[in-house]
């Protein structure tokens, strides 16, 4: 069991048959996942394909997180939030420019804990793609319209993944602080391999 | 095929048939076509900068930045600078990406860039899409749209399949047409560079890293 402190990176080998359980601890605290299969990390998840495959936006309970090969990479197999995002992607330095304003260029994100924990696998720049955020509510309005909205994130939730195969975890603890993924106060995540 | 009409000057003039690829390299300023001729078009398409290919379309900051799902003027990089500018009332597709043979064309397009399957990130898709209902299903919209009209505000590898919509039931779709020409970038002046404070950034670091390395 491990807990990460807000604003962190944490990465992983699971193998094939074990799960991994990520629990909220304070609630309203995104967390930002990339995986990838582990005896050919070419392969990794695709948002797409796995939003296609089950004809939902949104992640819970017997989601299955697809590979840009289309195979199940991981499964939900339990999860008490009911809903997680799958379009919203990281925040990055770069973005956060965009966003917020120039200023902001500083503050820490997700991409760089991704790229430094990538880094300990031999992943680089090239191998980020768009991720999973747990416990973040990004709602599609009809016209199309995101939000980024607090409210459905309360302390303690957990999310139980199986790994279908042998993965490699990317996690960044989220560190925004500029909209209410995190309620404006980035907090620890428990993480547990079994 | 038949090439396209194209304009005086046109530096890329192309049919695309269904289940067929395309892609070229363009420079900054350069305008690009889709056209639906048949209205059964599905346009999958990748950017990349040519100069360091790791920089290329996201999807995810591409909506989140504009804050619409189903369209915007904007196609961002993971860099926070523009790639190119997007001429269209009828949005694109940013959600569903393409289908197993729309990839494998996507990988062949762009291992002739020398690119790999590291660097093929989630695609958009134009003319045809889907909606989100309340509850996150999707339902497939179909065909919408003749034409889409771009802007290279970067030098673009560009990556084009064309193919069925990954939820179109009937799984088939008809020739695409590309035409490209030689014109300028989005400047200062140009409403589209002030049109929204987000927009404004993203030319602004646009224009930042082009000064930088001598090329503004
Ligand atoms: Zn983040």
């Known amino acids: 069991m491990t807990v990460v402190a807000a604003n962190a990176g944490w990465s992983a080998l699971i193998g094939a048959g074990q799960t991994l359980t990520i629990v909220d601890l304070e609630g309203n605290q995104a967390v930002d996942f990339l995986v990838y299969s582990a005896a050919d990390t070419a392969e990794r998840y695709s948002a797409q394909d796995t939003i296609t495959a089950q004809g939902n936006i949104f992640l819970t309970t017997g989601s299955v997180l697809m590979s840009n090969e289309r195979n199940p990479l991981m499964t939900v197999v339990e999860d008490t939030c009911g809903r997680h995002d799958t379009i919203g992607g990281a925040c990055s330095k ?18 760089e804990n991704f790229l430094a924990e990538g880094a300990k696998w031999g992943l680089g720049k090239r191998d980020l793609v768009s991720n999973v955020n747990w416990y973040m509510n990004v709602p599609v309005e009809q016209d199309g319209t995101l939000g980024i909205v607090d409210g459905i994130s309360s302390p303690g939730l957990k999310v139980v993944l199986r790994a279908e195969v042998d993965v490699i975890v990317l996690v960044s603890n989220c560190p925004q602080v500029n909209n209410p993924c995190n309620g404006f106060n980035p907090t620890p995540v428990r993480l547990e391999v079994a | 095929m038949e090439r396209p009409e194209a304009p005086e000057g046109a530096v890329w003039a192309e049919h695309v048939a269904p289940d067929g690829y395309t892609h070229r390299v363009l420079a900054r300023g350069t305008v690009f076509r889709l056209a639906n001729p048949e209205g059964g078009a599905c346009a999958h398409v990748l950017l990349h900068h040519v100069d360091q290919p790791w920089e290329r379309l996201n999807v995810a900051d591409t909506v989140k930045v504009q804050w619409n799902a189903y369209g915007g ?18 949005g694109y597709d940013a959600l569903c990406g393409t ?9 062949r ?8 399957k590291r660097d093929l990130p989630p695609s958009l898709s134009f003319f045809q899409g889907a909606r989100v209902r309340p509850d996150g299903s999707l339902h497939f919209t179909g065909p919408a749209g003749d034409v889409v009209t771009l802007r290279a505000e970067l030098p673009l590898v560009v990556l084009i399949a064309n193919t069925a919509h990954p939820l179109d039931p009937d799984g088939a779709c008809t020739r695409l047409e590309v035409t490209a020409w030689r014109d300028q970038p989005t400047g200062p002046d140009d409403p589209l560079w002030t049109a929204t404070p987000e927009g404004r950034r993203a030319f602004e670091n ?11």
């Open chain 2, 109 to 116: 397009a762009a291992a002739k860039h020398g690119l790999g």
């Open chain 2, 99 to 107: 289908t197993p043979k729309g990839r494998d064309m996507f990988v």
């Open chain 2, 73 to 90: 003027h904007l196609l961002l990089s993971d860099q926070g600078r523009v790639l190119a500018s997007v001429e269209s009332e009828s």
């Open chain 1, 94 to 111: 770069e973005s956060n420019t965009l966003r917020y304003g120039h200023h902001t260029r500083p503050q820490h994100a997700c991409v």
């Open chain 2, 206 to 216: 646009t224009h930042e890293y082009l000064s930088a390395r001598g090329s503004a």
